[in-house]
């Protein structure tokens, strides 16, 4: 048989036929070119490397392609590792019926895999046939790495072609045809662009795949270059290694970017975490060291220093309380946000750190704001005390200076014994003199009396200086006791003689009887003008005005009694002068003399316009109180109207079907600027709020608001206007990120709406609203939408919109609710798919997978949370993917 003979009938023993008539050979195949040993050098070459590639995975390889398959021990390793299944169990002879068994097992699992093999014994394989081996491997590789390859419904290889003519396409110089002619010169220009060294171009392209792409050397660029038709077989093998390594690229990129993008949204929602914590333990941080200093009601001694602790106060609620109160209502609205977008992401919700609930958060500013009202009630309270104390310690030293000057000298007097040697008239005079003397003692005992329940006032109101007082007041007690024991010693004596006296001057002792209580009256005139007073309105210093006027009335009359008196005095010194009587000068039945009495009388006449000017300073301090009174009550009863309104015109913006979202948006925009720039008249206000408590103004019958109750409104308005922008901008995060159109979403509020009712007696009322459904109402909401509910069904419902089981239903959640069944979120399946993906199908994956198919920081923030890999298959440092995946839906470790 000649060399062509021989050829041929290799050709026609070695066609291979598929149940799907997979491939058919080219005319030419099996009559040109068929003696050249160029084909079977590159067949060999290719094969060897192609089965090489593979069997390294199972740490082995083959050196000649006819030999080492001979005992079927290396070509079922190789269909093992290309397949991914298990082969029956190769004989461990090796007598030649050993080997013919374990080649027989590979064939007929080839054979099972579809492929119909005509010709191929296990005898020629065993005794190392190299055109029949040659012709087993090239049905492998056709099954294994070619069928499956298809573009745009081709067969195999009309589809490796086409991709190839793809991939060149953007290449000048190149145009690939076939697997044959001009192969090498048309290919190689893709990489190496160079027409002048074709095996340059192609060792280079080798050498690049090899290192880049792992796929080994499989041709000899000589022999492709020298020879005019190369073996197609050969060049579609590795035509083939590039395609698969392509397609996994291809494969590995889009899992990654499914990996990238999970990851970015776990970083995403982590940070807005770390963000919540942070500014919650801040916020905590200051009310806990902000509630001891409110809860100190330490009194300071002295008007000064109280007022200072007000002033601090003040500074408080204007300067450092209100940016609080925008981190509270922020922080509200980041948690709000975070389970918006952990929501729709598919994650679980944020439970943030032990007592940083909103809840906890909530309760704490609460207990601040109920200690800082007790504190400013106490603030008042002490500066009234203090107040009132100043004026009591005033008034007791004014009393005790008073007594003290008259008692000045008594002491001696009484302890005198000029009785001793005087004459009868003398001593009806000194008896006289003294009874006078008890008669303004007995006076007087009201003034002791007046100090001592001054002191014992101050005393209850716990005066600094309390010892103080109540020593000089021991002090005229007791001197007021001795007083009185001597007093009633001088009597006794005066007594003892006045028996041996008779004559009395009559003019004397008149003048005595009628001076010495209108000196008394005097002297309570006298005390009355200098008296000192407190008052807190208008209505208070009138009274003191009407009572002055009708003292005022009584000076004609009082007039009468001095001139009647002093006539008396006249009448003396008249008669003194018709009888030539020389006088001593002195009245001895009284001190009092006629000098004193106009004295003291040109002093009373002294001092009744002093207590004009003194009232009337005082009515008008009281009339400009009143002024601030009426000055901010005006300002009051228009700013708590306003509030009102705009609270009520808020609630109705987030309710009304009026427009889209962006447009609600807009329009709570422009409330929320309206109501920034009213802040000037709240800040007017306070001022107004600031002079009135330095006047020490505390009531205000003109308006029923006071300072308290619009700075809560206020804060609630700039907390009510914040949570329902963020409510509207949650609508629209829902809205996008479920796909619902404007007019879903106005059907959902206009379903809602209706069933938004306020019940009274439990009637549902139509026209008012409250922003929320009760579950009676979400049910009859949910019929009218066509669901079909069940008590069960139903009860499994408002577990998803009620978790909290407040027993509401929020605009929200109702919207939550009515989309979560068409979310299209990514799953912790699809992310371990991804990583399979990365990780070429194993349970594991490496760092340097991980490294070389994510950017860096998504890699690092793999690296650093996955677990190890704990099972058997795995090497050193392999990294557990599928418990991080679960991981990432799982709850938080924040």
Not at 457 to 478: F, K, M, P, S
Request: glycine share 4%.
């Amino acid at each position: 048989m000649t060399a062509v003979e021989t050829q041929m009938t290799y050709s026609n023993s070695y066609t291979i036929h598929h149940e799907e008539a997979y491939m058919t050979q080219e005319e030419d195949w099996d009559r040109d070119l068929l003696l050249d040993p160029a084909w079977e050098k590159q067949q060999r070459k290719t094969f060897t490397a192609w089965c090489n590639s593979h069997l390294r995975k199972a740490g082995t390889q083959i050196e000649n392609i006819e030999e080492d398959f001979r005992n079927g021990l290396k070509l079922m390793l190789l269909l093992e590792v290309i397949s991914g299944e298990r082969l029956p169990k190769p004989d461990k002879g090796k007598m030649r019926f050993h080997k013919i068994a374990n080649v027989n097992k590979a064939l007929d699992f080839i054979c099972s895999k579809g492929v119909k093999l005509v010709s191929i014994g296990a005898e020629e394989i065993v005794d190392g046939n190299v055109k029949m081996t040659l012709g087993m491997i090239w049905t492998i590789i056709l099954r294994f790495a070619i069928q499956d390859i298809s573009v745009e419904e081709t067969s195999a290889k009309e589809g490796l072609l086409l991709w190839c003519q793809r991939k060149t396409a953007p290449y000048r110089n190149v145009n690939v045809q076939n697997f044959h002619i001009r192969w090498a010169c048309n290919a190689e220009l893709w990489r190496a662009r160079r027409t002048d060294d074709p095996i340059g171009n192609l060792n280079t392209a080798f050498d690049v795949a090899e290192k880049f792409l792992d796929i080994p050397k499989m041709l000899d660029a000589e022999d492709i270059v020298n020879t005019p038709k190369p073996d197609e077989k050969a060049i579609m093998t590795y035509v083939s290694c590039f395609y698969h390594a392509f397609a996994g690229a291809e494969q590995a990129e889009t899992a990654a970017n499914r990996i990238c993008k999970v990851l970015a949204v776990n970083q995403e929602n982590e940070k807005l975490m770390e963000e919540y914590e942070k500014l919650a333990s801040e916020l905590l941080e200051w009310i806990r060291r902000t509630i001891p200093w409110l809860e100190n009601r330490t009194a300071e001694q002295t008007m000064r220093a109280m007022q200072q602790k007000l002033e601090d106060f003040r500074d408080y609620r204007r300067i450092h309380k209100p940016p609080r109160v925008q981190e509270k209502c922020q922080l509200e609205i980041n948690f709000n946000t975070l389970q918006t977008k952990l929501r729709l992401s598919n994650r679980p919700a944020f439970m943030p750190s032990e007592g940083k609930m909103v809840s906890d958060i909530a309760n704490a500013w609460k207990g601040l704001e109920q200690v800082e009202k007790g504190y400013e009630e106490w603030l008042l309270t002490e500066i009234r005390r203090l107040e009132r104390l100043d004026h009591l310690a005033e008034k007791f030293k004014q009393k005790c200076a008073m007594h003290e000057s008259w008692t000045s000298g008594k002491e001696d007097l009484l302890s005198q014994k000029d009785y001793e040697s005087a004459s009868l008239m003398e001593i009806r005079a000194l008896m006289r003199k003294h009874e006078a003397f008890e008669s303004d003692l007995a006076a007087h005992q009201d003034r002791v009396e007046q100090i001592a329940a001054i002191a014992q006032e101050l005393n209850e109101l716990d005066y600094h200086d309390a010892a103080t007082v109540n020593a000089r007041c021991q002090g005229i007690c007791d001197q007021w006791d001795n007083l009185g024991t001597l007093t009633q010693k001088r009597r006794d004596a005066l007594e003892r003689v006045e028996k041996l006296w008779e004559t009395i001057d009559q003019l004397y002792l008149e003048f005595a009887k009628r001076a010495a209580p209108f000196n008394n009256w005097m002297d309570g005139a006298v005390e009355d003008l200098q008296d000192m007073f407190i008052v807190h309105s208008i209505e208070e210093i009138q009274s003191l005005i009407t009572a002055h006027d009708q003292f005022k009335a009584t000076l004609p009359e009082a007039d009468k009694e001095r001139m009647a008196t002093m006539g008396i005095h006249n009448e003396i010194l008249k008669i003194a002068q018709t009888y030539g009587i020389k006088l001593s000068g002195i009245n001895p039945y009284t001190n009092l003399s006629p000098q004193d009495i106009s004295t003291k009388w040109d002093t009373v006449k002294h001092l009744v316009p002093l207590r004009d000017q003194m009232l009337q300073e005082e009515v008008a301090r009281q009339q400009a109180n009143e002024r601030l009174r009426r000055q901010f009550a005006a300002q009051a009863n228009i700013i708590g109207p306003w509030i009102q309104t705009k609270m009520e015109e808020i609630s109705h913006v987030s309710v009304d079907i009026a427009g889209s979202l962006e447009e609600q948006m807009n329009s709570l925009k422009q409330y929320e600027q309206n109501i920034i720039n009213y802040k000037s008249n709240i800040d007017k206000l306070e001022g107004d709020h600031q002079l009135s408590q330095e006047s020490l103004i505390f009531d205000n019958k003109h308006t029923n608001y006071t300072m308290e109750h619009i700075r809560v409104g206020w804060e609630q308005l700039l907390t009510t206007i914040a949570r329902t922008i963020n409510e509207v901008e949650n609508q629209i995060l829902t809205r996008d990120a479920k796909g619902i159109s404007q007019e879903q979403l106005n059907e959902f509020r206009a379903s809602f709406n209706h069933f938004d009712r306020v019940r009274h007696g439990g009637i549902p009322l139509l026209q008012k609203r409250n922003g929320m459904m009760d579950p009676d109402d979400f049910r009859a909401c949910l019929i009218s939408m066509g669901y079909d509910l069940g008590e069960v069904e139903f009860a499994r419902i408002m577990t998803l919109v009620d978790p909290n089981n407040t027993g509401v239903v929020t605009f929200q959640a109702f919207i939550d609710f009515m989309t979560r069944e068409t979310a299209e979120t990514d799953t912790a399946e699809q992310v371990m798919a991804s990583f399979k993906i990365l990780a070429s199908d194993k349970n594991y994956i490496t760092v340097e997978e991980l490294r070389r198919e994510l950017p860096p920081e998504q890699a690092e923030y793999c690296i650093t949370r996955m677990t190890r890999y704990i099972g058997a298959d795995g090497p050193p440092g392999a990294l557990d993917y599928i418990s991080f995946s679960s991981a990432l839906y799982g709850e938080s470790d924040l």
